[in-house]
Nanobody, 120 residues
Framework: VQLQASGGGLVQTGGSLRLSCAASGSFASINSMAWYRQAPGKQRVLVARASTAGTRNYADAVAGRFTITTDIAKITVHLQMNSLKPEDTAIYFC???????????????WGQGTLVTVSS
């Protein structure tokens, strides 16, 4: 399966971007869909996660500004990012935690990343 992320780009402080990620292939079950980001010289960190049970979790740094939405049937996940700040600059990766085939184990699947640059 491949996860294709899109929507990154250059935006000024205070602007908005909407990231999208679509998966090719199918899953027997999905536990959660999420977005992570990795800033230059830093580790990859969780930005937002949506579980199929209905919970939403956000990093403190983005709570109130970012919104994650999912369409499980279409295996897509979006991240609406508002009031962007220079510290939001990073490569954003989409993630699916799920099972591809009935007897597989839960695994993480990653998109290739999309670059978001916020200018001051």
């Amino acid at each position: 399966v491949q996860l294709q992320a899109s929507g990154g780009g250059l935006v000024q402080t205070g602007g908005s971007l909407r990231l999208s990620c679509a998966a090719s292939g199918s899953f027997a079950s999905i536990n959660s869909m999420a977005w992570y980001r990795q800033a230059p010289g830093k580790q990859r960190v969780l930005v937002a996660r949506a579980s199929t049970a209905g919970t939403r979790n956000y990093a403190d740094a983005v709570a109130g500004r970012f919104t994650i939405t999912t369409d499980i049937a279409k295996i897509t996940v979006h991240l609406q990012m508002n009031s962007l700040k220079p510290e939001d600059t990073a490569i954003y990766f989409c993630n699916i935690y799920g099972i591809r085939r009935k007897y597989d184990s839960l695994q993480n699947y990653w998109g290739q990343g999309t670059l978001v640059t916020v200018s001051s």
